[in-house]
DNA sequence: CTGTTAGCGCTTTCAT
DNA sequence: ATGAAAGCGCTAACAG
């Protein structure tokens, strides 16, 4: 083990004081340039880098934030985390996981231990069932990522969107029975409001509604499809591409295949498995940079708690050659 | 912003002094039952935790430790990350995920930083490129996962036993003519000693080898599959279950039923997908077990660094029903 | 058994 | 523009 080098160290090797070093640490004016110079310097041949637990110390923050994810292997929130990872190593904050496995019980649990740890702010993947008080206490640290909630700042997908963007699609083909498979309005957001659009797009383009909303995984989706095809069917909107996987598996093994598929999420795993799934892009990227942002901003008192929206788009049709 | 209370508070209002409080904390001997008691009373009644940064900034350590994943939507590191986790927080530890994407150089970027961060150990995922070189100055706070090199710690699945296994059910079952799919030997673990294992098992049953080995995603399934099928083909053995998924991709488009396939990794989705798929379970959940307990260990100087090989199993057939 | 006293590495007045 | 000194919250001698 190195003995660690500490600001007083560096102080010695370049002939100031410890405040000099400090001062030039954090880029505060008021030194010369000669002396920031030499000082960075000594710091860099040294390969000098500060205690982080000195300065959080003397600081409030500890520069923690925690990202609560349902599952390790949910796909959709991969894409998200993948793009708030960088910025928070970027802004100096360590990002620390943990797995809610759906369990309210879990989330509770997770806030309490990170609330004695001080940590600074959360990302939390919400899902049915959470409970809205709980999340109070965290009203200006915590950002809420595909759900929202009154009064918390949110990452919301567009619902509605999405789900619009499909049916225009779709009946831009010239399907006029189109089905829907989804999830209990018990989950709010995929659930309700991505049937209540569903709904509004019948009604809009006059097709019968004919919806099942078992959930959100592949094995609902292969159970349940059978109960929406009707012989007149020539199209299915799934308001997951976990759902539309599990509906495809369920058209393969029955030779079905004049039914087109449609569904939100367009992640690679769809791409590649069913290419020909038109699929929406909810944007998981764009909601992951949106809330790692808001988060920091909300930190740094420089935003209060608000809720946001990502645009939903059409992906591009698989060019296949 | 209730203000953070400290030692000093407890102190104050248990009616002891500082020292005290901190035995208590760190459950110490030497502090009367009574006394603790009473201080501990205190410390829950106020909901009282101990600063971080501050225990951090006397003992030598910050309690974080990291985990490099090639990429956080690889089903099979998710499992062993599952299971590392829960871990590391009991052990206080604070686990801070970054993603190398397959990227040398950007593992080597992580290390850096994390030097700098003063991280206390590392969890790094292995894969074909990395320079070990690289990895020697973390000699004593690293675990290398999936791969192995000379003098580092590691968890690796045991490509040859995972091999022979399926190699051995295939051929109870009949199967004579069984071809491999696998990756490059540059690939040191899942290509070379996949593909020798194949090798070594063709031999001992008398099977003529047929093998292509382009890598192990989906894609490369899906697309040199055809090159090992001859007319005599019965079984087909991929080395992960990405290529798997292909490779059945391609299989279900070519309506070709009679082949059965084989592979290692028993990952969900491929459980849903493809049953019928014989899976070898290489011991994810099991491997991020041990690595987490090793580098606990190494960190704590109760164990220098050792090759540990998790032991593969066939996954038991699925029952439909 | 328990309180007092030094620091840990850093930031932040307050002098100079 | 720069240094000296006083802590941040905690642990670890050292006295009682």
């Known amino acids: ?21 400090s001062r030039v640490l954090n880029n505060e004016s008021g030194v010369s340039e000669k002396t920031r110079e030499r000082v960075e310097a000594v710091m860099h041949q040294q390969g000098f880098s500060p205690s982080r637990s000195a300065r959080a110390m003397r600081g409030q923050s500890d520069k923690v934030v925690a990202i609560i994810v349902t599952r390790l292997d949910s796909l959709s929130e991969n894409l998200a985390v993948q793009t708030m990872l960088p910025l928070f190593y970027e802004q100096g904050y360590d990002p620390i996981m943990l797995e809610s496995q759906f369990s309210p019980e879990r989330v509770e649990e ?23 008080s709980v999340l109070a206490g965290w009203r200006d640290s915590l950002v809420l990522l595909a759900r929202d909630a009154p009064g918390l700042a949110s990452v919301c997908y567009d619902d509605n969107g999405a789900i619009a963007l499909l049916m225009q699609q779709l009946y831009q083909q010239g399907h006029r029975h189109i089905s829907f498979l989804g999830a209990p309005h018990s989950d709010t957001t995929t659930g309700l409001r991505r049937h209540q659009a569903y709904l509004d797009s019948c009604e809009h383009y006059q097709i019968p509604p004919c919806a099942a909303l078992p959930g959100l995984g592949m094995q609902q989706g292969y159970d349940y499809i059978a109960g929406v095809l009707t012989p007149a069917t020539t199209a299915l ?6 759902l539309a996987i599990g509906a495809s598996k369920y058209l393969q093994e029955q030779h079905i295949t004049h039914l087109q598929l449609a569904s939100v999420g367009n992640t690679p795993l769809v791409r590649f498995l069913h290419p020909e799934i038109i699929t929406v892009d909810p944007g998981y990227n764009e909601a992951g940079r949106q809330a790692a942002r808001q988060l920091i901003d909300q930190i740094n008192h420089q935003q209060s708690p608000r809720q946001i929206v990502i645009t939903a788009r059409l992906a591009p049709p698989i060019t296949t050659g």
């Open 110 to 132: 997770h806030l309490r231990v990170m609330r004695l740890r001080h940590i600074d702010g959360i990302v939390l993947f919400g899902f049915t069932g959470i409970n809205e």
């Open 237 to 242: 909107v799934c308001a997951t591409d976990m």
């Open 1 to 21: 083990m190195p003995e660690r080098l500490t600001i007083k160290d560096i102080a010695r090797l370049s002939g100031v004081g410890k405040s000099t070093v």
